[in-house]
């Protein structure tokens, strides 16, 4: 894209309301006014969260970023039924509400958790073990997915023979596995080095255009942000308040590290730092 088209592309991107929502399409995650709080000892309750409002549309991949401690994780965990308190406000998950076991969900995390006694293939498999999926389909499934991530060659190993790179490939194909239809992804790739990052966002992108599934991913890496993404929402410093919610209109299928090169790519992070930088500024003293 030239330089001019890419600066007046990037010009149209704005900050969104504190209702961050999308028009009239079909809700998978359907947030609204929420606010959570958390109990602390002797102290009055910690506002982790504080009148978020959020939708996401069946299919789309939105990122959330903002400053350490603002409620990203926080906003995940509600969404899986995780929490041990109870928000206010309205939350709903495919048109009910959460609760903890969901199927509709599947939860990756920044630790890929692989059972040391299975090999790569029972760990890839042990989701769709948990919800009762016959053997051989679940095994047909697993290897499927290992081969698509790049360890069709290490079905057989265990996770000690494994690079920290493979075992997320391995937490990543168990994921894709559970085919559930809304995944919440928590820093999947936060301790990758730079170069497994952005071949790891290239599986993830490779995959998420074959299933399309609903996607919210947490990150502080706003060039991953940027790459991943459909939009991108920013939070403000705790207690998290969502201050922007930025369209990504880089075209699809990308090559994560093919964008490093693009101008249009470079103009939207720009942007967004600009906004994280704002919202870190709006905090409760």
């Known amino acids: 894209m030239p330089r001019d088209e890419s600066t007046r592309a990037a010009g149209r991107v704005a900050a969104a309301p504190a ?15 929420l606010t959570v709080r958390f109990a602390a000892d002797g ?14 549309t069946a299919g789309q991949f939105v990122s959330l970023v903002g400053p350490s401690g603002c409620g990203k994780t926080t906003i995940l965990n509600l969404l899986a039924g995780l929490l041990d308190v109870t928000p206010e406000g309205h939350v709903e998950v495919l048109g009910k509400a959460p609760r903890s076991g969901n199927p509709d969900i599947a939860y990756m995390l920044a630790r890929d958790s692989l059972m040391p006694w299975r090999t790569a293939l029972g760990n890839a498999a042990y989701g769709m073990e948990v919800r009762n999926v016959p053997a051989r389909d679940r095994e047909a499934r697993a290897k499927d997915l290992l081969e ?9 190993k265990y996770p000690k023979a494994l690079s920290h790179g493979m075992r997320q490939r391995c937490a990543l194909a168990r994921t894709f596995a ?5 995944f919440l992804m928590d820093e999947p790739f936060g301790a990758l080095d730079a170069q497994t990052k952005l071949q790891l966002e290239d599986v993830l992108m490779d995959l998420w255009s074959t299933y399309r599934k609903t996607v919210v991913f947490v990150t502080h890496d706003l060039a991953e942000a940027v790459a991943l993404s459909d939009r991108v ?40 730092w600009s906004l994280l930088e704002q919202g870190m500024g709006q905090h409760d003293h």
Do not use: C, E, W
């Open 233 to 272: 929402v920013v939070m403000s410093a705790r207690p998290g308040r969502i201050v922007a919610d930025v369209t990504i209109d880089l075209p699809r299928p990308r090559s994560v590290r093919a964008l490093q090169k693009d101008q249009h790519f470079h103009a939207l992070y720009g942007q967004l």
């Open 178 to 182: 559970l085919d559930s239809p809304v």
């Open 148 to 156: 698509r991530v790049g360890l069709g060659g290490f079905t057989d």
């Open 19 to 33: 209702d961050s929502t999308t028009g009239s399409a079909a809700k998978a995650i359907d947030v609204r006014n």
């Open 43 to 56: 102290t009055s309750p910690v506002l982790a969260v504080d009148n978020a409002s959020l939708s996401v």
